[in-house]
């Protein structure tokens, strides 16, 4: 339980470092949508290969996978327009100005969009015992701009940075708690629930991705997005080959 936990900080500690550097130094627009599309290339590999592919396999190739997908694409659907409406559809938007950011939904949308990452962390090292290197890289990067950006907003708010960090520390170890749960609450599941679990966040985080990065990223970046967006699933599905290889 502990590795998941250390695992889960890891991964989420990117929050920490976004806040860092979102509130003490100047990032441009275009770096941060680069930054974005890299972490969306490397997001859909590990959705493709680490989720979906492997939930195929653990269901034997009937549908609970494709249910159970679209299930947490819609899940995830629904519960961003609520967050939307709360205030917080601007959560990842690069340039929002510090007035549209409302501190509460921003909290509940990024835990939110943390949940079924940090969840299938924890899964995956139930499963092999070892952590998923494709997936906490994935976790890692994509958490960057949004706590930059976040960052920049409250500090023209007035926070101060002692305030930024900490929050970014709160919402950290949320994150972490759901990829112990993810290895705690599986122990004893059959493969098909370990299938749907794997497929429901797949769904779930690329909604996400298609409704919330991806559209970002090219404002941003312009056509740079795609070129990083295809250097990131590559360097994803090097990890991945590398990983397999190695075990």
């Given amino acids: 339980m502990w590795t998941a936990f250390i695992w889960g900080i890891i991964s989420t500690s990117s929050l920490v470092l ?15 949508g680069i930054v974005m599309a890299f972490g969306q290339g490397v997001l859909i590999s590990a959705i493709a290969y680490e989720l979906v592919y492997e ?19 819609l899940t995830f659907f629904f519960a961003d327009h609520i967050v939307g409406n709360m205030g917080g559809s601007n959560r990842k938007k690069i340039s929002a100005p510090s ?38 890289v994935a976790i890692f990067i994509s958490n960057l701009p949004e706590a930059i950006a976040g960052s920049v907003g409250m500090k023209s708010s007035g926070w101060s940075v002692q305030k930024i960090i900490s929050l970014w520390l709160v919402i ?7 990829t112990v749960l993810g290895y705690s609450l599986f122990g004893n599941a059959s493969d098909g629930m370990i299938a749907f679990v794997n497929a429901f966040a797949g769904g779930a985080m690329l909604m996400m991705l298609a409704n919330t990065m991806i559209p970002e990223a090219y404002i941003n970046a312009g056509k740079l997005a795609g070129v990083f967006t295809v250097i990131g699933f590559i360097v994803s599905v090097a990890i991945i080959i590398l990983e397999h290889k190695i075990s």
């Fill in 18 to 32: 976004g806040g860092l550097i979102g509130s003490t130094l100047k990032i441009g627009n275009k770096s941060l």
């Fill in 99 to 136: 007035a549209s950011i409302l501190i509460i939904p921003m909290i509940i949308g990024t835990i939110m969009d943390g949940i079924p990452e940090s969840t299938v962390l924890g899964l995956g090292i139930l499963e092999t015992g070892t952590v998923s290197l494709a997936m906490l």
């Fill in 172 to 178: 950290a170890l949320i994150c972490a708690f759901f």
């Fill in 55 to 73: 939930s195929v396999i653990l269901a034997k190739f009937s549908g609970i996978p494709v249910v159970s997908f679209l299930g947490g694409a």
